[in-house]
Nanobody
Framework: QVQLVESGGGLVQAGGSLRLSCVAS????????MGWFRQAPGKERAFVAA???????NYADSVKGRFTISSNYAKNTVYLQMNSLKPEDTAVYYC?????????????WGQGTQVTVSS
């Protein structure tokens, strides 16, 4: 079991920046991927970005060029730097973890952190 704790959400004006953090603890793996998803009111949860244990990254088209995912492998921590925020980025952001060896998809989830972007 992997536990995830997110932090860094809040209220920001359009055009502003926020940095989310997520720390993984428990039965973490040597080969893993960590990612961020978001769920806006009335919408399904959507992929935002992901990073592998070797640093490979992937982004949703809607955030490319504005968001940057990074990680500290030694600290089992992933970050999401969000710049040029738009009102449509408002959502609950969830951190996710996948053990590459044993899971076909992300299997552990954080409790979520609210990001609100005002116009």
């Amino acid at each position: 079991q992997v536990q995830l704790v997110e932090s860094g959400g809040g209220l920001v004006q359009a055009g502003g920046s926020l940095r989310l953090s997520c720390v993984a603890s428990g039965r973490t793996a040597s080969r893993y991927a960590m990612g961020w998803f978001r769920q806006a009111p009335g919408k399904e949860r959507a992929f935002v970005a992901a990073i592998s244990w070797i640093g490979g990254t992937n982004y949703a088209d809607s955030v490319k060029g504005r968001f940057t995912i990074s990680s500290n492998y030694a600290k089992n921590t992933v970050y999401l730097q969000m710049n040029s925020l738009k009102p449509e980025d408002t959502a609950v952001y969830y951190c996710a973890y996948r053990d590459i060896r044993t899971e076909a998809d992300f299997g552990s989830w954080g409790q979520g952190t609210q990001v609100t972007v005002s116009s």
